[in-house]
């Protein structure tokens, strides 16, 4: 009896091994490396860009910060536990990974989520007080 379960992380893992044998044997290269995306435009109107998920958690969980568009991919939005789009008070665009690399840049780590949000008043050193940071 095998144990083998063949599932699609197998047959991935396997296509990795056949490229790797292949190119060590004089055969084309396994990988072509992606071309890296600049980072776009910044943000208008004196809007603030934030990404990644504990970030952008943060900022939906803060009544003072005023939010004017997200966009997120499918697993994002789950990770999020954001049920639906539509229900959130600002604009909601739902996307694919490489959408939100055009803006950020492929070297950012977005994990899919990207909001434009008003900047938050800065406080001054001594008002912080005891605050926990």
């Given at each position: 009896?095998?144990?083998?379960?063949?599932?699609?992380?197998?047959?991935?893992?396997?296509?990795?091994?056949?490229a790797y044998r292949d190119e060590k044997s004089g055969g084309a290269p396994a990988f072509r490396p992606r071309q890296p995306v600049p980072p776009g435009e910044n943000a208008a109107d004196g809007l603030v860009r934030l990404y990644g998920l504990h970030t952008v958690?943060?900022?939906?969980?803060?009544?003072?910060?005023?939010?004017?568009?997200?966009?997120?991919?499918?697993?994002?939005?789950?990770?999020?536990?954001?049920?639906?789009?539509?229900?959130?008070?600002?604009?909601?665009?739902?996307?694919?990974?490489?959408?939100?690399?055009?803006?950020?840049?492929?070297?950012?780590?977005?994990?899919?989520?990207?909001?434009?949000?008003?900047?938050?008043?800065?406080?001054?050193?001594?008002?912080?007080?005891?605050?926990?940071?």
């Open positions: 009896m095998s144990d083998k379960t063949n599932t699609p992380k197998d047959t991935h893992y396997a296509k990795l091994r056949r958690r943060a900022a939906l969980d803060n009544p003072r910060r005023k939010i004017r568009k997200m966009l997120v991919t499918r697993n994002a939005a789950e990770r999020l536990e954001i049920a639906d789009l539509a229900a959130l008070p600002f604009k909601t665009e739902l996307v694919e990974p490489r959408d939100i690399d055009k803006i950020t840049g492929s070297d950012a780590v977005h994990q899919g989520v990207l909001i434009e949000a008003e900047p938050l008043k800065a406080k001054r050193l001594d008002a912080l007080g005891d605050a926990n940071l």
